[in-house]
């Protein structure tokens, strides 16, 4: 048996490999100043990312959990390893050779169960894309051309087909010098009564799952049979094993991770055909899960790789099925969507086609026009549940109330729960009061309906560590406490910008009181601010913002002020730009050509000014971290932000 890795061989998988690529699989990065990177932490659920990779020293530290370490230690953690497969892997990645101390080098040293498995996945692959290509095949290349996936497709999606035989793929892998006991670990064969080993897929079409970080970790499998004595399951997949867990892989997400972070959008759509189809029509975001339904790792997985935080917003799109199974798919989503700081939203095709047969009967373009005529998943989950009731008599509107009233309550976004209060109402035919009252009772914030700022009552008030008004309120707080250093950049950014109505009643304040170009920081300027809010609560809000602390790192200076309004801006800008894709959408190019060109000549230059904005809020003084308390600020003050 060979002996330990030397030290000197552990240094050189260290310098060789590189941190930031390695991490870069899991977690969508960005720069943060200086040689310090930043991302959601896979260790952990956070909405503000204070996980930090440092390429330059080759380390990592996350100012939430505490987690840190070397590359060798991040994979260990992330794959559950080993120190020693951990450094074998990598070594293998990197082009590193292992002499171990007794003799042997790694090519010829018993590699871990976890590389094992991995390695008779690849054989497997390999093996069911060669009986693709042969006689046996033919059915299940005709089940794809049928689909419109010819030859090329299916190599790049790594299609093969499983023969029928008993044991064809059992005994290749025993041949190639596996044993029974690593095939059945891996969930590629399974032991007969006669104690032989016999093939889990047999005659079916079949497409490899892999790891964000690009590993065979198991397959799916369409039955192509059609004798009806046949029962068993149309679509089988690998049972769960070290590598291959149901609820926590995605497939299409080795294809499309690079694409979800540099677009900041997801499309999880229900099957392996629809994921071909969404990435061949120009969808190249769209994952699936894998025999079962979408839940809280997969969330995990698509938050890290959006780099969804209040900082980074993206776009959630699921399609559903038009029917009552998509319906209570869609509900179930949106009890999940809190999670999310991205936008949620549901694509339907009215005719009930899913992407792929959409595809087929309409082309790609049909399949980029049904992402593109997305709905708010909110708006969906309440027109299904308000459907479900005859509204034409008073029992039918009060129980549709009842059950619509508690989805309005849970909307993340506080500034959007009164609008989708007024339509309910009108959907329902009741009073705005009555549709207000049931969502308070439901034990949410009451959403705020229009009226004068004495009706205002304490429940519009923002929560201070809600993440998606993380922006604004510290423009605000930089106000309130430091108006000079504020100046004219502040008072330029009207109440448009801010979306709390409290927020947009605060910024409306400080211009009454004369604007921070001609204040000066003090117990005056602050009762100044105080007494031209219009309610209790926007008075009380403004002496939060007096005392509570900035989330710089260190003192606040112009640059710190600068990159938050450009913050600011940009997400008002964000609006901006989806109300005129909205509008894109529903205009006929044909039918309306010059209006066409001319809001997509607006769409362009938004675009342009949106990235403009975004350069300057990422620059080397932005701070705004939300850590969560003084202890991770302080923390975020050293070395790794230097």
């Given at each position: 048996m060979p002996g330990r890795i030397p030290d000197s061989d552990i240094a050189a998988v260290r310098e060789r490999a590189d941190i930031a690529d390695v991490v870069g699989e899991h977690v969508s990065l960005r720069r943060a100043g200086g040689d310090s990177m930043k991302g959601l932490c896979p260790f952990h659920e956070e909405r503000t990312p204070s996980f930090h990779v440092t390429p330059s020293r080759g380390t990592f530290h996350c100012f939430g959990c505490g987690a840190g370490g070397d590359v060798i230690e991040f994979v260990r953690r992330m794959d559950t390893l080993g120190f020693v497969e951990a450094v074998e892997w990598l070594a293998g990645r990197y082009g590193v050779t292992i002499n171990y101390e007794g003799g042997g080098a790694a090519p010829n040293r018993r590699a871990g169960e976890r590389a094992r498995l991995t390695q008779a996945n690849s054989a497997a692959e390999?093996?069911?894309?060669?009986?693709?290509?042969?006689?046996?095949?033919?059915?299940?290349?005709?089940?794809?051309?049928?689909?419109?996936?010819?030859?090329?497709?299916?190599?790049?999606?790594?299609?093969?087909?499983?023969?029928?035989?008993?044991?064809?793929?059992?005994?290749?892998?025993l041949r190639m010098g596996f044993s029974d006991r690593e095939l059945m670990i891996a969930g590629l064969s399974s032991r007969a009564q006669s104690g032989s080993l016999i093939d889990k897929f047999r005659g079916r079409l079949t497409w490899p799952i892999r790891s964000v970080s690009g590993d065979i970790v198991g397959f799916g499998a369409r039955k192509l049979s059609t004798d009806?004595?046949?029962?068993?399951?149309?679509?089988?997949?690998?049972?769960?094993?070290?590598?291959?867990?149901?609820?926590?892989?995605?497939?299409?997400?080795?294809?499309?991770?690079?694409e979800i972070g540099r677009a900041r959008q997801v499309v999880v759509v229900e099957g392996y055909t629809d994921v071909m189809a969404c990435h061949l029509a120009g969808v190249p975001t769209a994952v699936a899960t894998c025999g079962t339904a979408f839940g809280v790792s997969h969330i995990g997985i698509l938050r890290r790789l959006l780099m969804d935080s209040d900082e980074f917003r993206g776009e959630v799109i699921f399609t559903f099925d038009g029917d009552a199974a998509g319906q209570k798919a869609a509900l179930r989503a949106f009890d999940d969507e809190q999670r999310f700081v991205a936008q949620t939203f549901v694509a339907v095709e009215p005719a009930g086609?899913?992407?792929?047969?959409?595809?087929?009967?309409?082309?790609?373009?049909?399949?980029?026009?049904?992402?593109?005529?997305?709905?708010?998943?909110?708006?969906?989950?309440?027109?299904?549940?308000?459907?479900?009731?005859?509204?034409?008599?008073?029992?039918g509107r009060v129980q549709a109330l009842r059950a619509a009233a508690p989805l309005v309550a849970k909307i993340k976004d506080q500034a959007m729960r009164p609008e989708y209060a007024r339509k309910l109402a009108g959907d329902l035919g009741m009073e705005v009061e009555a549709v207000v009252g049931a969502v308070r009772a439901a034990g949410g914030a009451a959403p705020r309906v229009a009226q004068t700022p004495s009706r205002r009552t304490d429940t519009d008030r923002p929560r201070a560590d809600d993440p998606a008004l993380g922006i604004e309120r510290e423009m605000l707080k930089l106000a309130v406490q430091q108006p000079a250093l504020c100046g004219p950049f502040f008072d330029v950014i009207g109440t448009e910008a801010y979306t709390h109505p409290a927020y947009a009643a605060i910024r409306a304040a400080i211009e009454g009181a004369g604007g921070t170009g001609s204040a000066t920081a003090g117990p005056v300027w602050v009762e100044r601010v105080r007494e031209r809010c219009g309610d209790e609560t926007g008075r009380s809000v403004v002496t939060e913002l007096a005392v509570e602390r900035l989330r710089s790192a260190g003192p606040a200076d112009s640059r710190y002020v600068r990159e938050h309004i450009a913050r600011l801006q940009e997400r008002a800008v964000d609006r901006k730009v989806a109300a005129l894709k909205s509008t894109l959408q529903r205009i006929n190019p044909v039918d309306e050509p010059e209006r066409h060109t001319k809001i997509f000549g607006e769409?362009?230059?938004?675009?342009?000014?949106?990235?403009?904005?975004?350069?300057?809020?990422?620059?080397?003084?932005?701070?705004?971290?939300?850590?969560?308390?003084?202890?991770?600020?302080?923390?975020?003050?050293?070395?790794?932000?230097?």
């Open positions: 390999a093996f069911y894309s060669e009986c693709l290509l042969a006689d046996d095949g033919t059915g299940a290349r005709a089940f794809l051309a049928e689909r419109g996936f010819d030859a090329g497709v299916a190599e790049h999606f790594g299609c093969g087909f499983a023969p029928a035989g008993w044991d064809r793929l059992s005994k290749h892998l009806p004595h046949d029962d068993s399951p149309k679509y089988l997949n690998t049972s769960e094993t070290p590598l291959y867990k149901k609820s926590e892989v995605l497939y299409g997400v080795d294809l499309a991770k690079r086609l899913d992407p792929c047969e959409l595809r087929q009967q309409h082309g790609d373009a049909a399949v980029r026009d049904l992402i593109a005529r997305r709905e708010p998943l909110v708006a969906f989950a309440l027109r299904s549940t308000v459907a479900r009731y005859d509204l034409e008599t008073v029992e769409l362009i230059a938004l675009e342009q000014y949106r990235r403009g904005l975004r350069e300057q809020a990422m620059g080397d003084g932005l701070r705004e971290q939300a850590m969560g308390d003084g202890l991770r600020e302080q923390a975020m003050g050293g070395e790794a932000l230097a």
